[in-house]
C-alpha cells in the first residue's frame, strides 16, 4: 500500500487514524498536522477547520460502510439472509482488536460540531434506509417500523461491542433480528 501523496489525503489519512482510535476533541489539529507531515497552512487551506476536517473524516467513514453493506448485500440472494448479513459486518468488526465503536456514536458524544451532527444524520439516514428498504423487499407489513427496530439493534450492537469488548452483543443483536424478522414476515 502506497502512502498518501498529497497534503489533502495525508491530513484525512491521518484524521482517520487519529479521531478514530483517540477521538475527534481529544486528538488536536496539532497532532493531526504533525502525523501529516504538513504546516498548519496546509490544513487551513485544504479543510478551512477542524470542524470541516471532522466531516471529511466522517465521511470516509460512511463511504468503508457504505462499501461493506453493498458487499454483504450483494453476497446474499433473499432480502432476509441481505439483512442478517448486515449484522454480519457488526460480527466482523468486533472482531478487530482496534475497533472502538460507532465513529458516529463517539464523535457525536465528543464533540457538538455541526458537521459531526450532520454526518451522523446522514449516515443513520442512509442505514435506516437500506434495512427498511430490505425488510420492505422481504414483505414486511410495517417496514418503518421493522426497519427502526433493526437499527436499533444494530445501535445496540455497536454499543454492546465497544463497552464489553467482544462479540456477544454483535451476535446477540444478529439473532434479535432473525427473530423479529422471522415473526414479521410470518405474518
Known amino acids: 500500500m502506497t502512502a498518501p501523496a498529497t497534503p489533502h489525503e495525508r491530513l484525512l489519512a491521518a484524521a482517520t487514524e487519529l479521531f478514530y482510535r483517540e477521538g475527534v476533541h ?9 502525523e501529516a507531515g504538513v504546516a498548519k497552512a496546509t490544513l487551513y487551506s485544504t479543510f ?18 457504505r462499501e461493506r453493506v453493498e458487499r454483504a448485500i450483494d453476497r446474499r440472494r433473499s432480502p432476509r439472509d441481505q439483512l442478517l448479513a448486515v449484522f454480519d ?3 466482523k ?5 482496534e475497533y472502538r465503536g460507532c465513529p458516529f456514536a463517539n464523535a457525536t458524544a465528543e464533540a457538538h460540531a455541526p458537521s459531526a451532527d450532520a454526518a451522523a444524520d446522514a ?5 435506516r434506509e437500506v434495512l427498511t ?13 421493522l426497519g427502526r427496530q433493526l437499527h436499533l439493534l444494530w445501535d445496540g450492537a455497536a454499543q454492546s461491542t465497544r463497552m464489553d469488548r467482544g462479540r456477544h452483543g454483535a451476535r446477540a443483536a444478529k439473532a434479535a433480528a432473525a427473530t423479529l424478522l422471522d415473526g414479521a414476515l410470518t405474518l
Open 123 to 127: 449516515y443513520r439516514a442512509w442505514l
Open 93 to 97: 468488526l468486533a472482531g478487530d482488536p
Open 48 to 65: 478551512g477547520s477542524k470542524d470541516a476536517l471532522i466531516a471529511a473524516y466522517l465521511a470516509v467513514r460512511h463511504r468503508e460502510m
Open 26 to 34: 481529544t486528538v488536536g489539529i496539532d497532532r493531526v498536522i504533525a
Open 133 to 145: 428498504a430490505l425488510v420492505s423487499q422481504a414483505g414486511a407489513a410495517d417496514p418503518a417500523t
Open 89 to 91: 459486518i457488526q460480527i
